[in-house]
C-alpha cells in the first residue's frame, strides 16, 4: 500500500509539473501571437529614445521601449571592470541653461542629475604648449589674444552672437528643420525675423569666414579650429558651415562633468518614463518593422516576441532601417542611407590608473600626429574621472577614456591577425599621447587597459559598420538634405544622431523635443 501512494504522488507531482511547464509554453506562445499592444514603441534607449519616451508617455500615451542591449544609454552607455565604470561613447554635458535642450528637458521632466561645472571646459595641448578653454567669455578672449593673437578676437565674437541666435530660434521653433511647406509657412513669424542672420551662416563654410577675418595664415588657431571642428561638427573647415561651426567652438565654454558618467542623467529620464507608467524593455533586440494592413505595426523581436502599435519611433541609425523595414518604406531608407555623406567611426582606449600626478582638469585635447597614419583625425580626446566620483573608479584611481575619429571601412574584413596588430598599434600610439600630455604619470600603475574600434561599436551597439558621432554637417550636402524625423509613411518617425540635428547629446535631445512637440497621431 506504502509503495503505491508513493507511485501515486510521484506521478501526482510528475503531472503538475508538466502542467506548469505546458500552461507556461501555451502562454508564452499565445504571447507571441497576439502581440502586445502599444500606442506608440520606440526603438533603441539611447539619449534619443529616452527622451522621446519619457515625453511621449508623459502626455498620455501608453509607449513601450526596446533595447537590445542588457542597459540603457546606447552610444552614451558604459561597462563596468571592478570597481571602475568606463564610457563607451559620450563624456560631457552641455546645453543646460534655462533656454537650451537639456536644460529644458531637465525641467520638463522635473529631474536635476548631478553636473558639475568645468572651468576650464577642455585643455588643448598643442604646439607643446597648452591652451585653457576658460567658462568665462571675457577671460576665453583674453586667453584666445594671448595664445593665438589678438585678430582672433572678433572670430570669437561672431561666433558666440551666433551661438546665442541659433539656441533662441531653435528653443521657439519645434519644426525645425522644416520638412514641408507647412512647416516652412509656421516659421514665417514675425519673431523668427531675427533669425535671418542665421541664414548665410548656414551656406558658408568656416574657412571662408576664416579667409575673410585674415585668420587663414594663423596656422597654431587653424590647427586649433580643424581639431575642435572634427570632434563636435565631424568635419573639416572646408565643408563646415560657419553656424554649426559656432555652435561646435563655444560649447566648451559650458561644460559639465556629470557625476557617475553619462548613464546617470540617462537612469533619471528612464526612471521619469517608468514612473509616468512606461514599459522599459531590454535585451529585446528588433529584427522586423512591418506596416500592416490595419495601419498598425508590428514588431518582432530576436527573442520571438511581438509587440503590436499605432506609431513607431525609431532612435537607431536610419542606415539600420532597410534591414529591419520591408516593402517601400525598405527602398525608402535604402536611399536615404546611399545618400549620406562618409561617416566616422571611433577608436577608444579605456583603462585605469592610480591617482598620483593626474589633474584636476577632466577634459583634454592632445594634438599630435593621426594615431593611425591616413585614417582619421590629428588629436585624441581625453577624459578622467573626476577624483572622488567613485561611482567611476575606486579611491586612489581614475577612470581614463580616449577617443579619436576613425574610418570605420579600414576595420573590416581584415583578417584577424591584421586586425590585433592594427588594433594594438592605435592603442599604442593613444596610450603615448596621454602620457605627452601628462608625463608626470608615466610610472602610475595601469589596469584593464582595452581597446575599441569601430568593430568594437559594431558589436557592442549594434550600429551598422560601428558608426558614430552622427552625419558631418557639411555645406556640400547640406542640413536641409539630412533625414528627418518626419518620414513620408503614417506614425513612423526617426531620430537620433543619423537624423537632423543629431550629432551628439545635445543635440539628440533638442531633435527629439522637436518631435514630441509635433507628434501626432494619426
Known sequence: MGILLHSLRKINTLFTTFSSILLLFLKTNMEKMNPKKYDIIVIGAGYAGLTAAALLQKKGHSVALLEAHTEIGGCASFYDRDGFRFEAGATTISGIKPHQPFGKLFDELSINPELIKMDPGVVVHLAGDTFNRPADLVDLLQASEAFFGKTTIPFWQKILKLEEAAYQLSGSNSYLPPYSLGDYLKLIRFRNLSGLPLLPALFTSTETVLQRMGLAENTLFRQFVEEQLMITAQNTSSDTPFLTAALALAYPNDTYYPVGGMTAPAQLISDVFQRYGGTLLLKEQVTAIIREANSRYLIRSK???????????????????????????????????????????????????????????????????????????????????????????????????????????????????????????????????????????????????????????????????????????????GLLRMPGIVTPFRNFYCTGDSTAFGQGTLAVVLSTMNLAERFHLH
Open 303 to 477: 527573442r520571438g516576441n511581438n509587440y503590436s502599435a499605432r506609431a513607431i519611433v525609431s532612435a537607431i541609425p536610419v542606415y539600420n532601417l532597410p534591414a529591419l523595414t520591408e516593402g517601400e518604406i525598405s527602398s525608402y531608407f535604402a536611399r536615404v542611407s546611399s545618400s549620406l555623406p562618409p561617416l566616422w567611426g571611433a577608436a577608444t582606449v579605456n583603462f585605469g590608473i592610480s591617482d598620483a600626478n593626474l589633474p584636476d582638469t577632466l577634459y583634454h585635447q592632445f594634438h599630435g600626429e593621426a594615431p593611425y597614419p591616413g585614417e582619421g583625425s590629428r588629436s585624441v580626446f581625453i577624459s578622467l574621472s573626476k577624483r572622488d566620483d567613485t561611482r567611476k573608479a575606486p579611491s586612489g584611481w581614475r577612470a581614463v577614456s580616449i577617443s579619436t575619429h576613425t574610418r570605420p571601412s579600414g576595420w573590416f574584413g581584415l583578417p584577424k591577425e591584421e586586425y590585433i596588430r592594427k588594433k594594438s598599434v592605435m592603442t599604442n600610439r593613444m596610450m603615448e599621447y596621454f602620457f605627452s600630455a601628462f608625463p608626470e604619470a608615466r610610472g602610475n600603475e595601469v589596469v584593464y587597459l582595452e581597446g575599441g574600434t569601430p568593430k568594437t561599436f559594431s558589436n557592442y551597439t549594434r550600429r551598422k559598420d560601428g558608426t558614430v558621432g552622427g552625419i558631418p554637417h557639411s555645406v556640400r550636402y
